[in-house]
C-alpha cells in the first residue's frame, strides 16, 4: 500500500492551513472572548502555521541544494518534516492559541516521526491509523501543555 503521509503531504497541508487561516483570521480574532477579547486569536494562529510553514520549506530547500538522487532532486524524509514543522510551529508562537497548537504539532510529530517498528503488531498501521493515532497523541500533549485546562478553548476543538 502506498503511503499518502509523507514530507510533501506535510508540506501541502502547511501551505492549505496556511491558506485557510490568512482567510478566516479576521473572523477568528473577531469571535474571540476567552479568557480577554484581545482579538488576535487568528492572527497568533497565522503567524504560528507561518513559522511552521517557514521550517518545513527550510528543510525542502536544504535537502533540494544537497543534488540528485537518479536525476530527481532530493526530498527529505517524513520525520524531519513533521519534525521541523512542529520546532518551527514552538519558535513562531504567537499567544496561547499559538502556543497550543505548537503542543498540538508536537505530538502529532512525536508519534508520526517515530513509527511503530516493523516486528511489532502495530506496524502494519496504514497512514489512517498512523494519524488517528497522531491526533490522539497531540491532543494529549496540548492538554498536558496548559497548566489549566479550559473547556470552550481551541482544546475542545481539538479533542472535538
Do not use: K
Amino acid at each position: 500500500m502506498p503511503h499518502l503521509l509523507d514530507a510533501a503531504a506535510v508540506r501541502t497541508w502547511c501551505a492549505l492551513a496556511l491558506d485557510a487561516l490568512g482567510r478566516a483570521r479576521e473572523e477568528i480574532d473577531a469571535i474571540n472572548v476567552y479568557p480577554v477579547a484581545d482579538g488576535d486569536t487568528g492572527t497568533n494562529l497565522y503567524l504560528t502555521v507561518e513559522s511552521a510553514a517557514r521550517a518545513v520549506d527550510a528543510v525542502f530547500d536544504g535537502h533540494a541544494t544537497g543534488g540528485t538522487t537518479a536525476g530527481a532532486p532530493l526530498v527529505p524524509g517524513l520525520p524531519d518534516t513533521i519534525r521541523a514543522m512542529a520546532h518551527g510551529a514552538l519558535i513562531g508562537a504567537r499567544g496561547n492559541s499559538g502556543t497550543i497548537l505548537a503542543q498540538l504539532l508536537r505530538g502529532m510529530a512525536e508519534v508520526i516521526a517515530n513509527p511503530p517498528a516493523p516486528d511489532t503488531p502495530d506496524a502494519s498501521a496504514d497512514d489512517a491509523e498512523l494519524l488517528r493515532t497522531a491526533l490522539r497523541r497531540a491532543v494529549a500533549s496540548a492538554y498536558e501543555g496548559v497548566a489549566r485546562p479550559v473547556e470552550g478553548t481551541v482544546l475542545t476543538v481539538a479533542a472535538a
